[in-house]
């Protein structure tokens, strides 16, 4: 097939992906200060609560789930013998 | 409304026919045959008067193969769209057992959303099993064949539990009609449940679903998705509401699989571990049994048919091209498959419930709803799930099969049929998302609920964008794991390890006590026979033969003897 360059193969684009991530992390980060929101469970009252129990939560999913390869994880045809 | 040549059929009717019409043509004929089944039968449901009941007598039972409430009306239009999405997906498969499987199997479906007696669910709760099965055997592979085995062992196994269950209610009760049950602490209501709940994929029972769908053919597991676990929770909706049972079940469900499929390899069966996570946002949704819940967790479901298919199809067409589908094989098909791509993130924006997608309208009226009843922990699980949502369907199927690093496959796009079918299930899911009320006005209860208000939409963008940082941060840093060929032990290894191993070793152990006690028990029975042998044998004593006159000289011997005796003694 033809060596065309893609759109990602251009480190520059990654980055650039990267760069609005931020700033759109920022930007809903903020919009707290500025947004009503009820709060119905005590931990909701922490400005930013969402975006912080998203972070943690997927860090910890991540980090966990990676230990737990090393207990659950076995050869592919580990069924199969 | 209807004309007088009208005459309503029980929707599944029209599927069974037509899978015998498949069977029966060929080519061109067939794909129209396909493609008219699922219109055909929309368009009878929706010509059908509201009160329409079609029954049957049974002895002294009478079966209702048809009856209707906002509930299964919802269900039946589904699965006919589901069944319109997989026909176009499947045109172009040849496989006769595969395609006949396919559409028995969503009439058998919509059998069971719209019967209104227990038996007659008992009865497409088998036929659900019995005829999906096909679509894992069509693969073809050792793996698949093996696969199938056990997944209808374990379907089967389900309905024997719902008639044993359903025998002992009607006896309780003495009527077969289907509807509210509830845990009453019946055993009837208990077994009845746990065959639900084999369906539905209950938290230890759910691997028959990881185990044989990924192992369908790309088509086939397009169709698995849609029915099978929908119509349990049609079930579950419809006899279990408000069963406070099924929250932290429903939270185990939403939990447990987020962590298996960010480790799992097979990309299909990621989403079907996905599968049981949304399922179990709607099992909590039916166990808070509020208005609201309610119609949340049916929403949900409507748009997880939709927007899985949609995962599903997309993950199909990359088997399908490249023959490979784990993530360790994948990557950079971005450049070969650009269409695909675009649907499969329209479809991980659906479930990851980004605003303007289905997920955003329907995830969040059960989180509100457990807020509500006071099921703060229930809540902060959901969140967490929400995140891992993110986390294994957002961004780790999109990423891993289209972007990561180039896997230098280089193949073409999906077949025509598959993009158009990616692209109506896209559409529909957007539709959904952008315009809601569509879907509310549908639902079993009115919905009161506004899902775009300023404080919802920040916080559901924290939520993800957060999240998808929290993955820039990770993969930056080389903390988040690569993917990696294997597998990951479940619940199922109780019955494909450690059941096969203890008949091994059950085996081993008592085999020579076995051999031992058979050896002694026959040598025992030898040495009877032998003794036998030797007394009566053709030598024994007790075989020989004594002349008559010996006998009457032994008499006089013994009549001497008495005369003596009689004389000494007088």
């Known amino acids: ?81 | 409304m209807t004309s007088s040549l009208f005459v309503p059929l029980a929707p599944f009717v029209i599927f069974y026919l037509g899978a015998l019409l498949i069977a029966v043509t060929r080519n061109r004929v067939r794909q129209a045959v396909m493609l008219a089944i699922p219109l055909i039968g929309a368009w009878n449901l929706y010509a059908m008067p509201a009160d329409t009941v079609i029954g049957v007598q049974v002895f002294d039972y009478t079966l209702s193969l048809f009856q209707a409430d906002r509930l299964s009306l919802l269900f039946g239009y589904l699965f006919h769209l589901a069944a319109f999405l997989g026909a176009i997906y499947a045109i172009k498969v040849t496989d006769n057992s595969e395609l006949i499987g396919s559409f028995m199997y969503a009439g058998s479906a919509l059998g069971a959303v719209f019967t209104g007696d227990m038996i007659t669910l008992f009865v497409f709760w088998e036929m659900l099993a019995v005829t999906s099965v096909f679509l894992v055997l069509a693969r073809r592979t050792e793996r698949s064949q093996q696969a199938a085995m056990r997944y209808i062992i374990i379907q089967v196994l389900s309905g024997v539990i719902l008639l044993a269950g359903v025998l002992l209610r009607v006896h309780d009760t003495g009527s077969i009609a289907f509807g509210h049950i509830g845990l009453d602490g019946t055993l009837a209501s208990k077994l009845i449940l746990l065959a639900i709940g084999i369906k539905c994929a209950f938290p230890l029972l759910h691997n028959w679903l990881t185990d044989a769908y990924p192992e369908a053919t790309p088509t086939g597991t397009v169709f698995l998705s849609a029915f099978t676990t929908k119509v349990a929770v049609y079930a579950l909706a419809r006899s279990y509401a408000g069963t406070e049972l099924l929250v932290p079940i429903g939270a185990a469900m939403a939990m447990f699989p987020i962590f298996y499929a960010t480790i799992e390899n097979d990309l299909r069966r990621v989403l079907s571990y996905s599968m049981i996570n949304q399922i179990g946002f709607m099992v909590v949704g039916i166990g808070l049994g509020t208005e609201m819940a309610i119609n949340g967790a049916i929403a949900h479901a409507f748009n997880d048919v939709i927007f899985k298919a949609l995962l599903l199809m997309s993950m199909g067409a990359v088997l399908h091209r490249t023959g490979k589908i784990n993530g360790s094989d994948l990557g950079g098909l971005y450049k070969s498959m650009p269409k695909t791509a675009l649907f499969c993130i329209i479809g991980a924006a659906s479930i990851s419930a980004v605003p303007l997608f289905s997920g955003f309208v329907s995830k969040s009226m059960i989180m509100v709803a457990a807020l509500e009843e006071g099921h703060g922990m229930i809540w902060l699980l959901l969140l967490f799930a929400s995140a891992g949502v993110m986390e294994h369907a957002g961004i780790k199927i999109p990423y891993f099969a289209f972007f990561a690093h180039d896997s230098k496959i280089r193949c073409k796009e999906a077949p025509t049929n598959m993009l158009i079918a990616m692209g109506l299930a896209a559409a529909i899911s957007i539709f959904i998302g952008v315009y809601p009320w569509a879907l509310y006005s549908v639902l079993p209860f009115p919905v009161e609920y506004a899902p775009f208000t300023a404080p919802h939409v920040m916080t559901q963008m924290q939520l993800l964008l957060f999240s998808a940082l929290a993955f820039a941060v990770l993969k930056l840093t080389h903390i988040y794991p690569p993917e990696l060929p294997g597998v990951n032990i479940d619940a199922e290894w109780s019955y494909r390890m450690a059941l096969p191993k203890a008949v091994g070793l059950f085996k081993k152990t008592f085999g020579p006590l076995d051999r031992a006690v058979r050896k002694t028990a026959l040598g025992l029975v030898n040495s009877a026979i032998g003794a036998v042998f030797r007394l009566h044998g053709p030598t024994g004593v007790m075989a020989r033969t004594t002349l008559v006159g010996s006998m009457v000289q032994w008499v006089v011997v013994l009549l001497a003897v008495y005369l003596v005796l009689f004389m000494i003694g007088d």
Do not use: Q, T
Not at chain 1, 18 to 26: E, G, N, P, R
Not at chain 1, 39 to 59: C, D, K, Q, R, T
């Open chain 1, 1 to 81: 097939m033809s060596d065309k360059k893609h759109v990602f193969d251009n480190p520059k684009n990654v980055k650039r992906v990267i760069h609005w991530l931020y700033v759109a992390c920022a930007v809903v980060f903020v919009a707290d200060f500025f947004v009503e929101r009820d709060v119905n469970h005590p931990w909701e009252s922490l400005f930013g609560f969402y975006g912080i129990y998203g972070f943690i939560a997927f860090s910890l999913l991540v980090l966990v789930s990676k230990e737990l390869r090393k207990v659950l994880m076995r050869r592919e045809d580990y069924y199969d013998k």
